[in-house]
């Protein structure tokens, strides 16, 4: 069953426009609470956001669609994703709203929902908030004696550099290690440089200026270019580079070479894996991930589950199959032993326990597998369903033969943009890139 308002990742759009207008917002807001009112308690809702303009807008219809059915809201203002899930449970909140286009630019935004126990809401759950959108909510409103509260919570931000403070060793220290990090003007612009100064680093800041329009613009995880070259300039040991909502990482090492998402995974499992804190045998990533990584676990005897993209997805094969690590190429990293979701500063704390703990260059540490040549190219299209298309499905065909054992193809719909991802990886670089430049051509031809 499709869904109308959901993507992979919450509800996002470009703002002002549908779905991401205030009366959509208020709609959320509306169906949401009813579906999260459960009992006679004071039920309560926590709201988080990033630094986009079109923020407020979207934050105050929000409250006022919760408000409108009964619930309080507890407002907190710029947090990261991650710190809201955390929060969630432990306001004892019923429902955790996120407002965030994560690494998109300023001109787009986006509404994540958390349950109480602070994981994304199932497909179930996300069908049955539309269903009340889209079918009548003016029988859920309170009575005016039972209009909830808005307040504003002031301390949300240095709880959650506590939190983050206690996921690192305690028997470790920053001291001596100098590190650039780039919070993409966007959440974590004040938490993520003082939870580190306050574990000893010297701290490097750079897009910590967040005014409402330059969120990801020319920094983040996105572009790392600016950050790279102030880690090569300032000899730092480590660079990193958050998103707009900090729920991905994306690190350079000392010389400035990019340090992606499976890299991560892997130095983080290693040492969890000689230390015994690995469970699952292995780590959950998404059809996405390296096939090098793949190959390096398995030589280490680990394993690697693979799920949709979405690292929802993965949080949901996680728990379901007691793995405490996952997460995706792109910088979403998940530790279920701290969070319920990626969150990038944390999982940047557990590579820098390594750094502490080793005194070895990151270079090393991080560069555990060589990846395979993989190569990924997106093709916009208007309308229809292109991979229905009888040549489109030849050419994809045509390719999986001539990558034959050696090597993967994937191609998905984006679930947040009109894109078709192609992505290829194997061997042969050659061949890779031709199978993906004939099937984008093809798809092109049918979608022009």
Request: aromatic share 6%.
């Amino acid at each position: 069953m499709s869904r109308k308002y959901f993507g992979t990742d919450g509800i996002r759009g470009r703002a002002n426009l549908e779905p991401m207008t205030a009366s959509t917002a208020l709609k959320v807001g509306m169906a949401a609470g009813r579906v999260f009112t459960r009992g006679e308690h004071r039920h309560r809702v926590v709201i988080g956001k990033d630094t986009r303009l079109s923020g407020y807008m979207i934050e105050n219809a929000l409250v006022a669609g919760f408000t409108s059915v009964g619930m309080d809201v507890f407002q907190f203002g710029p947090l990261p994703t991650p710190a809201v899930a955390m929060l969630t449970r432990s306001l004892r909140a019923d429902l955790g709203v996120m407002i965030s286009a994560s690494h998109n630019s300023f001109g787009d935004n986006g509404i994540k929902l958390f349950g109480p126990d602070g994981y994304k809401l199932s497909d179930d759950v996300e069908h049955a908030i539309e269903h009340h959108m889209d079918n009548g909510l003016t029988d859920g409103l309170a009575a005016p004696s039972g209009i909830g509260r808005a307040k504003r919570i002031d301390d949300a931000q240095a709880r959650y550099i506590e939190f983050a403070k206690r996921t690192f060793p305690r028997h470790l220290s920053l001291e001596g290690i100098r590190i650039v990090v780039d919070c993409a003007n966007g959440a974590a612009y004040k938490v993520a440089p003082a939870a580190l100064w306050e574990l000893g680093a010297e701290v490097f800041s750079v897009g910590v200026e967040p005014n409402g329009t330059n969120i990801n613009e020319g920094c983040g995880s996105t572009s790392v270019d600016m950050m790279a070259g102030k880690v090569r300039e300032l000899r730092a040991d480590i660079g990193i580079a958050l998103d707009g909502d900090a729920d991905r990482v994306i690190i350079v090492d000392e010389r400035g070479e990019t340090v992606d998402g499976d890299q991560v995974m892997a130095a983080i499992a290693q040492s969890w894996a000689d230390k015994q804190m690995l469970q699952g045998g292995g780590i959950v990533a998404t059809v996405m991930s390296n096939l090098g990584l793949e190959r390096y676990l398995e030589g280490k005897g680990m394993t690697l589950a693979r799920t949709q993209v979405g690292d929802r997805y993965v949080v949901e094969h996680m728990r379901a199959n007691g793995f405490n690590l996952g997460g995706e190429q792109s910088g979403h990293v998940v530790l279920s032993d701290f969070a319920t979701t990626g969150d990038g500063l944390i999982a940047a704390l557990q590579v820098m326990a390594v750094l502490a703990e080793t005194q070895k260059p990151l270079s090393e540490i991080c560069h555990l597998f060589d990846p395979l040549p993989q190569l990924l190219r997106n093709v916009r299209f208007r309308d229809g369903a292109p991979l229905e298309d009888d040549q489109v499905k030849d050419a994809i065909e045509t390719g999986t033969q001539a990558l034959g054992n050696r090597g993967r193809l994937v191609i998905r719909k984006s679930g947040t943009e009109p894109l078709i991802r192609v992505m290829a990886e194997g061997d042969d670089n050659a061949l890779v890139e031709r199978v993906v430049n004939d099937i984008c051509g093809v798809i092109e031809s049918r979608t022009a």
